[in-house]
């Protein structure tokens, strides 16, 4: 579709519907303008040489300098931004790309003026009050930079000091905006704008200094840039002289030296000496037990020990990288564990997501293929990825992992986002120089020596060498996709860590900075209640939380607060709730099952009640603007568990106008998921009156989701092309373009004829097939097309309708065998969603599958892995809507994958879903491959695909012969190709990349102020420390006074120092610091630099804390072994006392002690232990046969590594509901049960963290009701003092040893030893081993052995024998069976047809089917074989016998007697054709025509060859000819006749053995000697080779020789019969294309074929003319025949839209139109006698109903040709369907009309029925003549059947009532008295003809046609139902005027 007048560019589909919409496609520029990112037409798949690469860049480049069709803003629309926009509203209005700020900022109005200069320095000003730094703010600077806006600044500041002096008093004003401004540039922009700053601000001084006096704002502003400036400076000259080592420090003490450079100048990302490990490192413990100097002592200490635990693994790993090379491997025992390494590594293809552009990557499975995908903790969603394609020396690049897709991991796909350090990642940089601060001091300090102009003037800066900075040297941000890349993969969550430490950098002030640095421990009460500032004592009403009438009005700071039972608390917790109240900082520990969660919901629960004493900030505290802000409650916990545990605590007591906010992880817990940030968001954007501020991002939003969108059209496709081509084989034609041309026709000789209406099932292999047998793959490809024609045509044509592909029914079909509907539509749905994954493709579900056994999945809901624990943290619940994009969003995602399942089937030759099917068993059993060969193909498949080797040009240059090459060598070219042909679609403009990239990023910044909005109005924002820290500077702008820390010992310090916002005044650390600590990355920063310490544990012991002492959850004897070894005062509630013993079991808390060795697990450090995974499983079973539920029982495992033994092992369904974790990711929470797997077992006498007391104390405080453990307990009391402690005790007890006593429920004295798994077999019931014996209620004795369940629920499983009938048999079925009638088998005669049939003996033999085959007659005359009872419901469409009928063609018909309608239209003839074309190729087509040969011509010439098909006329060649010798010489074209003769004087040229040429004078030499090659050359072909003087001539095309004279009559001798065709070699046959001696007799016959190539393709210009003249017909026909052939009609149509349509093509789509014509005639007409005819006449309806369809497939069926027996055949049936209604109408009216003289014409009516539809033979002139005379005696004798209505009153009413006509005035009737209905309005709108006499009916106009009539007789009308024109004209007046002539 071209653009007018452009230049024919191409308009991509989706902007084609926008054209009108001025702006929305940034390419556009109307009438003469074209799309400079569109992709171009059908030449843009062939391969762009360099120079097209160029071309395409430069106009990218022109792009840039062509003006926008954004207006530039006006001085008037500044103005009003400037004094009604908030500073942040004018942000989001200039940082749109359509504000006009850069049109204006660009002149393209003109040079600014100083009017419109000041307006933009006020706005500008203004904007700069904006307390927010986003990326919008960023392009306006960046925007005013580039444009040199501070030149127009400094011309405007000048022009001041010539103004009149009465005109200087807003002189002021326009210096401090430009100040501000100034000051602007260097917090956002210092290097790039630290220059022109500079350069301001010399004139700024000399302006002020000329100006005199200026107010005070002034020279703050001024004082405030220049120290910024200055800062910058000395920031500059300290980083060289670090360098230079000028500033080393000499102290003793790291924590009394100066660190050697400014922490906040450090980059958050890895630089490359810190990979290389060149950078200095300088890094300090963790202070824990005095306090810091000052806050900047602090942070640098939290800031380098974070940043290291993030980097060391990298450094390490990359290291080692580099020192050993090749010789790594990808996983398992190896050098490397500090990271995961990935080999062979390459960038796929860009792909747009809402976050910016993402991209796919493909990495090598090789040494991965054990790895669960589903569990691993690999390339986890956030996990830090680094790349590099030179071994990590120069080239490096960070990404991370943005969409995990476990079925994509296992065939080594994975989408990740390259991150940059944003202080470091400015995207627009066209003018802004980036060189050092000698710069700036060369432009201060530089002579004016005449050699550079003045300020003003265009200073060329010759390019200077700066000294390379090795610590802050900036990576190489250039990927290159053709490059192969190795990765690695450390675990660190890289968002936590780079939002923390930009925040540690950017915090100045942290709020309590007396207890956190200082550590000092004098404690005062929070600032809000403080009387000071709250002007009184603050009061709470505690009545929330007591009953007592002393909770009313309680002084918070006084001491008589309500006691600890009125608050329904013990004294501990009251003491914390008093303590976390009047505390600024309040420290409670909580050890396990003491209630800290609670208490921290009564803390809660207080605040809510009393926030009016901390709700809202005064405003002598923020100032007047922000007096009625709300100051949320910030609540901080760890895990997803604890903050959804808390919330749904605090959800109990909130009331309805107190709001919620929840930032975390994926909440599962239901009664929270309504809090979610994400829900709320939604809800709130539903609500359209939300004010002003809302309006301005919403419409922000929309205006950034418009330009996303523009660019993102051709990037998806792009995308959709590549992904699409990742999951299959490509098929040849797709590849022409990129394969070199000797090597594509290669797979050419055996090409059968390929086009779109070549619909014939060759059985010559296609390109397809050759290319799959090429690579070794060896089997057939499937033609879906022909599959899908194997089912009945409604059905597929039902299936079609419905929006299925004949590919997709190809498929079902070909997988299911023949099936029922039901069947097929299930299996396409099934292809279609892949059973609930996405297009992986073909590979998605089998892959996982494979990955995984049976029932893993199933599993995973129970078997918590620390992935999915990992997982579930880090997504959060508003990341949600960029990995799923809402529901509009899916609906985008939907439509791309099936746009590349679309893709995929036209570019595939084969799927791995294709493979799978072909590998089915047939139902002949002809072979099937072994599900372990299937899964090995596949694999080996994706492995080889996957491969990133290719063949170089190079290489590939020197393949002669593609056959030749080794298996390997044919996969390496196989890629080469495709990786060629992607590259097509790898294009993506820098333009396009940037702005898209910048669009997401002012998306999400606005979203984050959307979100910030939100935030604000909340009562309680509560968020996991991932959300703190994604979030943080939205949190940080938070007015929270109040911030409380769920799990606080378990966070990091940086994390809560970096989530409190600035104005957090009171903190409540809630937590316990010896169960859990943080868990840092780098164990040595934990041991030796106290990382893992929190600030919970380090300010435990310097500030004033509560420690809980109540623990109401473990039984006393396990609460026994925590104290007092950990917790010395830990006391048992009443609750946990006296609670039952565990059922089955003696013991509710033992120990198992083993000594069976561990096992390293494949993938990773972790260990597991199959014993104690065995035993666990084996207990857990048994306890579940106790009666307890599933659900009481946990296992737990201290070693990740643990849950794959437990996931082997655990997998009967009624072990579902068993919980199986991680001792880390159970914290906080209990069960009844808990069996703990502690895994060490080893001959090195290691036991890891088993050692550690804190995961010693969440392990065993777990269980509430009993505790069984398993473990090498002799190994770790050796190695541990605190494990040796609880053995001595266990020891005491008698709850430690080698087997665990099972005690049986129903005989207390039977023990059973277990130790090991298999001992469980003693107890296969539960109980022991004794027999129940217990009788039954059926008589039986329970011959289960001993179980503790009873019988209620036992099914006896003996046999019943009850006697079921008089007979005596007895019941065969089981006892807990229902017994049913009697089943044995009885010999009964049939009473209908007398058969002997074995049946059960209930039956009677009356209802059942005789399953007796017999041979029964069908009304078609043959005779089938079919079951008894089948006989009565034979049809014709049972009939298979083979037709046989002799076609004109002379081959018998294939087809059967219900494919050829019982002889009537037979199959087309599909034999081949095999005859020699006239182009010297073999006919591939069906015997009824030969179409034009396919194949590739193969005539040439000297100077060219034909690029046709074969089938084309060729152009002919218009060179000067070549022919001549120095005797003669042709002056004639090429094509045309030579006017020299031939030449017979001997060559006189030498060969290269020396010898004398035996050719002819002007003829190529032949390449044999006489001499050298006697035998050859003397060979007798003609006769005379022999003798001397032969001379030879050589043909060029098969390069064998002979004598002139022989070869001059064999060429001059005609063909038999005149016959046209190519002259061929005497010998081989091969046709002559190429010979200058015969040239004259090639170019006659070529011009001889050409003249049969043109008689047989047709004019191609006129061929054109007929489709649109068809297409024409189609439309403006009268017969919509799509209304009855909807699918028939959109295949015609969709091949008419091919312009390249041959003509015979044509005719044959034009046949089928016609034909289908006709059939909606009679459709009509049926449609018409279904309402009319009575019941029996209905059923001859149907008949024809049914042949109508059979004609319509017979129409539809696969041709190249339409054959005159076809015509006649279809005209015949055609006539004999048409007589057939006209029977069925005369037999309505007869019968309608009381049969009058039935005696005469009943006889007739038979006779004619007969003819018409009981005879099967074809309908030929005699049947016709027959036919028409019954018609004429008929007639004769009732004559008035031939017109009236004929039909009964009550017929009359029926049809009227069945019309539901709501008034009168709907029915007329033709000249002829035909009747027949208008319906809508009733008017007449259209004409038609009469389906009864083809009379013309209706009209146009609403004006009925003069030959019609009102039907008065249906309805009793007068006139119609709607006449605007005759007013309800009387009948008698309108007849008058009619007859006047009026109408």
């Known amino acids: 579709m071209a653009e007018p007048g452009g230049g024919g560019r191409y308009i991509p589909p989706h902007l084609r519907g926008n054209r009108g919409r001025r702006g929305f496609n940034p390419g556009y520029r109307g009438r003469g303008g074209y799309n400079a990112n569109a992709p171009r037409g059908r030449g843009g798949n062939r391969r762009r040489n360099e120079d097209d690469l160029l071309m395409g860049e430069q106009r990218e480049e022109n792009y840039d300098n062509r003006r926008s069709q954004t207006r530039p803003i006006g001085y008037k629309k500044l103005e009003e931004i400037e004094e009604k926009e908030t500073p942040q509203d004018i942000v989001l209005i200039l940082g749109t790309g359509k504000s006009g700020l850069e049109e204006t900022l660009r002149g393209d109005r003109g040079p600014l003026n100083g009017g419109l200069t000041q307006m933009l320095l006020r706005v500008f000003g203004k904007m700069c009050d904006s307390d927010e730094s986003t990326q919008s703010l960023t392009h306006i600077l960046q925007l005013i930079l580039k444009h040199d806006f ?31 401004l100034m000051n602007s540039l260097l917090t956002v922009l210092p290097n790039d704008s630290h220059k022109k700053v500079s350069m301001t601000m010399i004139i700024i001084d000399s302006v002020i200094d000329g100006l005199g006096s200026v107010n005070e704002d002034v020279y703050n502003n001024r004082m405030l840039v220049k120290d910024r400036l200055n800062n910058f400076q000395q920031r500059q000259q300290d980083a060289i002289e670090r360098a230079a080592g000028s500033r080393e420090s000499r102290f003793d003490d790291l924590h009394s030296q100066a660190p050697p450079d400014n922490f906040r100048e450090i980059p958050v990302f890895p630089q490359l000496s810190d990979i290389h490990g060149t950078a200095q490192l300088f890094i300090r413990t963790n202070l824990i037990d005095k306090a810091y100097q000052n806050i900047d002592h602090y942070l640098d200490v939290q800031f380098r020990l974070l940043r290291e635990d993030f980097i060391r693994p990298l450094r390490e790993g990359i290291g080692e990288i580099m020192h050993y090379g090749d010789r790594l491997r990808p996983r398992g025992p190896g050098p490397i564990q500090s990271v995961k390494v990935y080999k062979d590594v390459k960038i796929e293809f860009m792909k747009p997501d809402q976050r910016g552009i993402l991209h796919r990557i493909h990495f090598s499975l090789e040494g991965l293929q054990r790895i669960r995908w589903r569990n691993t903790k690999r390339l986890l969603y956030g996990n830090l990825l680094c790349l590099s394609s030179d071994h990590f020396k120069e080239n490096v690049h960070f990404a991370v992992v943005a969409d995990r897709k476990p079925e994509d991991l296992a065939e080594g796909y994975l989408t990740l986002e390259f991150v940059y350090d944003e202080e470091e990642e400015e995207p627009i940089r066209p003018d802004v120089d980036d060189d050092g601060d000698e710069d700036l001091l060369e432009f201060l300090d530089s002579d004016d020596d005449g050699d550079e102009p003045e300020i003003g003037g265009a200073r060329q800066r010759q390019p200077r060498q700066q000294p390379e900075q090795p610590q802050h040297r900036r990576f190489n941000k250039g990927l290159d996709m053709r490059k192969v890349y ?17 925040g540690l950098k950017e915090t100045e002030e942290i709020p309590l900075e007396r207890y956190i640095v200082r550590c000092e421990n004098n404690m005062y009460a929070p600032e809000y209640i403080r009387p000071s500032v709250a002007g009184r004592d603050a009061t709470y009403d ?84 922000n007096e009625n802000k709300r100051c949320p409650i910030l609540i901080v916990c760890y895990t997803n568990h604890a903050l959804d545990q808390f919330l749904e605590g605090i959800s109990k007591f909130a009331t309805e106008d107190q709001t919620i906010i929840r930032v975390g992880g994926r909440c599962k817990n239901e009664a929270t998921k ?24 919403r419409k922000a939003i929309w205006e950034i989701h418009d330009g996303l969108r523009s660019i993102e059209g051709q990037l998806q496709h792009n995308c959709n092309q590549l992904e699409a081509s990742l999951h299959c084989i490509q098929r040849l034609q797709q590849l022409e373009d990129v394969i070199p041309r000797q090597l594509y026709s290669q797979f050419q000789p055996r090409m059968p004829l390929w086009t779109q209406y070549n619909w014939n099932n060759t059985q010559t292999e296609s390109p397809d097939e050759m290319l799959l047998t090429w690579l070794g793959l060896q089997t057939a490809v499937i033609d879906h097309e022909q599959e899908a024609s194997k089912i009945p045509d409604m059905t597929r044509a039902f299936l079609l309708s419905s929006g299925y592909t004949l590919v997709e029914i190809g498929r079902a079909v070909h997988a299911t065998a023949l099936p029922d509907f039901m069947t097929l539509l299930n299996w396409i749905e099934r292809y279609r969603t892949g059973s609930g994954q996405s297009l992986g493709g073909a590979a998605a579900a089998t892959t996982q599958n494979e990955g995984t056994q049976d029932g893993d999945q199933e599993r995973d809901d129970d078997i918590a892995g620390e992935a999915d624990y990992l997982q579930d943290q880090r997504v959060l619940d508003t990341d949600e809507l960029s990995l799923n994009a809402g529901a509009r969003q899916a609906k985008t995602a939907q439509d791309n994958k099936r746009d590349v399942e679309r893709l995929m089937t036209q570019m595939s030759a084969m799927t791995f879903r294709d493979m799978g099917e072909q590998e089915k068993m047939q139902d002949d059993g002809v072979w099937e491959q072994q599900s372990r060969e299937k899964k090995r193909k596949k694999k080996r498949i994706r492995r080889v695909l996957g491969k990133t080797s290719t063949m170089t040009d190079h290489e590939e240059s020197r393949v002669d012969n593609i056959y030749d090459l080794s298996q390997e060598q044919r996969w390496s070219l196989y890629r080469t190709w495709v990786s060629r042909w992607r590259d097509k679609f790898r294009v993506g403009t820098d333009h396009q990349i940037e702005k898209y990239n910048r669009l997401s990023k002012q998306l999400q910044e606005l979203r984050k102020r959307e979100d910030a909005e939100i935030l604000q109005s909340a009562d309680v924002v509560a968020v996991t420390t991932t959300g703190a820290a994604k979030y943080r500077e939205l949190i940080y702008k938070l007015n929270c006074k109040i911030v409380v820390i769920e799990e606080a010992a378990e966070v990091l310090e940086a994390h809560i120092i970096t989530s409190m916002p600035k104005t957090t005044k009171h903190l409540i650390l809630i937590g316990d610091h010896q169960q859990l600590k943080p868990s840092p990355t780098v164990y040595e920063l934990a041991r030796k630099y106290n990382l893992d310490t929190s600030l919970f544990e380090r300010l435990i012991n310097k500030v004033p804390h509560v420690t809980l002492t109540l623990q109401h959850r473990m039984r006393p004897e396990i609460a026994d072994l925590l104290r007092p070894r950990i917790y010395k005062n830990l006391l048992d509630h009443s609750s946990v006392e006296g609670r039952a013993e565990i059922v089955g079991v003696e013991k509710t808390l033992y120990f198992i002690s083993h000594a069976v060795p561990e096992e390293s697990v494949a993938d990773g450090r972790s260990k597991k232990n199959q014993h104690e995974a065995d035993f666990l499983v084996a207990l857990c079973k048994y306890l579940i046969l106790q009666g307890y539920r599933p659900e009481q029982i946990t296992i737990l495992a201290m070693y990740t590594g643990q ?86 005790h266990l020891e005491e007890n008698d709850s430690i040893g080698e087997n665990l006593q099972l005690q049986c429920k129903h005989h207390p004295n039977k023990l059973t030893p277990v130790k090991s798994a298999t001992d469980f077999i003693k107890v296969p019931e539960g109980g022991c081993g004794q027999p129940c014996n217990t009788r039954l209620d059926c008589g039986h004795v329970c011959s289960r052995p001993c179980h503790p369940d009873d019988h209620s629920s036992y099914q006896c499983s003996k046999p019943c024998d009850k006697i079921l009938c008089s007979d005596g048999h007895r019941c065969k079925q089981k006892c807990y069976q229902q017994c049913g009638p009697c089943r044995e088998p009885l010999k009964k005669r049939m009473p209908i047809c007398g058969h002997v049939q074995k049946i059960p003996c209930h039956q009677d033999p009356a209802s059942f089917g005789c399953k007796e085959i017999i041979s029964v007659l069908v009304d078609c005359g043959h005779t089938i074989k079919v079951q008894c009872h089948q006989s009565s419901i034979v049809t014709l469409g049972m009939c298979k016998e083979k037709c046989g009928y002799l076609l004109e063609c002379g081959h018998p018909c294939r087809g059967n007697c219900y494919e050829c309608f019982q002889g009537r239209l037979h199959v087309p003839c599909l034999r081949k054709c095999n005859r020699t074309l006239v182009c ?55 094509s045309e006749p030579c006017n020299r003769p031939r030449c017979n004087k001997p060559c006189q040229k030498k060969l290269n053995c020396k010898h004398q040429c035996i050719g002819l004078c002007g003829e190529p030499c032949p390449r044999f000697c006489r001499i050298c090659h006697k035998d050859t050359v003397t060979e007798i072909f003609f006769g005379d080779e022999d003798e001397d003087d032969a001379r030879f001539v050589q043909l060029d095309d098969c390069r064998h020789i002979f004598t002139y004279e022989g070869l001059d009559k064999w060429m001059e001798q005609k063909e038999e019969g005149n016959a046209i065709k190519m002259k061929a070699c005497p010998k081989c046959k091969t046709p002559i294309w190429r010979s200058r001696r015969y040239g004259n007799i090639i170019n006659k016959l070529l011009m001889s074929v050409n003249e049969v190539k043109n008689r047989i393709s047709g004019d191609t210009i006129q061929a054109k003319r007929d489709r649109r003249q068809l297409l024409k017909m189609i439309e403006q026909s009268d017969i919509k025949v799509e209304k009855y052939y909807t699918v028939e009609m959109q295949s015609i149509l969709d091949a008419l839209k091919d312009e390249n349509t041959l003509p015979y093509q044509l005719k044959l789509l034009e046949e089928q139109y016609r034909r289908l014509s006709k059939l909606s005639e009679m459709r009509k007409v049926v449609a018409k006698l279904l309402l009319l005819a009575p019941g029996s006449t209905s059923k001859l309806v149907d008949v024809v109903s049914r042949d109508l369809r059979i004609m319509r497939t017979w129409v539809m069926r696969r041709r190249e040709f339409s054959t005159p027996q076809e015509n006649e055949a279809f005209q ?51 049947k016709k003549e027959e036919v028409k005379s019954l018609f004429k005696r008929i007639f004769d004798k009732v004559p008035e059947i031939i017109s009236g209505l004929g039909v009964s009153k009550q017929e009359k009413e029926m049809i009227c009532k069945a019309m539901g006509f709501a008034e009168k005035g709907h029915w007329y009737k033709c000249s002829k008295g035909h009747i027949y209905s208008i319906g809508d309005c009733g008017g007449a709108t259209e004409t038609s003809v009469c389906p009864e006499c083809k009379e013309q009916i209706g009209g146009t106009g609403h004006r009925l046609l003069s030959s019609n009539r009102i039907a008065s007789e249906m309805d009793g009308a007068t006139g119609p139902a709607y006449d605007p024109f005759n007013m309800q004209i009387p009948g008698d007046l309108l007849a008058n005027l009619r007859r006047q002539g009026f109408e």
Not at 1256 to 1279: D, F, H, P, Q, W
Not at 1485 to 1510: A, D, L
């Open 674 to 697: 309504g809090f979610s940030l994400f829900d709320v968001r939604r809800k709130l954007r539903q609500n359209r009156d939300r004010g002003k501020d809302s309006a301005a991002i």
């Open 1203 to 1288: 849950l794959f033994a437990f996931r082997n092992t655990l997998k009967e369904e009624s072990s579902r509901g068993v919980r199986v974790t991680a001792v880390d990711n159970f914290q906080g929470e209990e069960n009844d049960i808990i069996l703990l797997s502690l895994v060490r077992s080893n001959d090195e006498q290691k036991i890891g963290f088993l050692g550690v007391e804190n995961r010693i104390c969440v392990a065993l405080s777990r269980a509430k009701n009993a505790l069984y453990c398993i473990g090498n307990m002799e190994l770790l009391g050796t190695k541990s003092s605190m494990w040796r402690k609880i053995i001595g």
């Open 542 to 625: 505690f009545s929330s939380v007591t009953e007592s009438a002393s909770g009313k009005d309680v002084a918070v700071l006084g001491y008589e607060w309500p006691l600890s039972a009125e608050l329904g608390l013990d004294i501990s917790q009251a003491e914390a709730l008093k303590l976390a109240l009047t505390n600024e900082l309040a420290i409670i520990q909580g050890p396990p099952g003491t209630g800290k969660t609670y208490v921290g919901l009564v803390i809660m629960k207080l605040l809510l009640a009393n926030k009016t004493s901390w709700h809202m900030q005064p405003r002598f505290l923020l100032g007047a603007q």
């Open 1480 to 1534: 010297g190729h073999e006919c591939k087509s069906s015997c009824e025509s030969c179409p034009p040969c396919e194949q590739k011509c193969k005539t040439r010439c000297e100077h060219s060859k034909c690029n046709h098909k074969c089938g084309k006329p060729c152009t002919l060649c218009r060179e000067k000819c070549k022919w001549e010798c120095p005797h003669f010489r042709c002056t004639q074209l090429c």
């Open 150 to 180: 501070h030149q127009k600044i400094i011309d405007f500041l000048f022009g001041l000091l010539t103004e009149h002096i009465n005109r200087r008093s807003r002189a002021p004003l326009h210096l401090n905006n430009a100040l501000k």
């Open 486 to 502: 190795t990765m690695v993969e450390t675990e660190a969550y890289f968002e936590a860590y780079r939002h923390v430490l930009a």
């Open 1772 to 1822: 015949r049936e055609y006539e004999r369907i048409n007589e057939a209604l006209k029977y069925i109408d005369v037999e309505r009216k007869y019968t309608s009309q009381g049969k009058p003289r039935a005696i005469e014409v009943d006889p007739l009516l038979t006779s004619l029925k007969k003819l018409l539809f009981n005879d099967y033979e074809p309908y030929v002139v005699e």
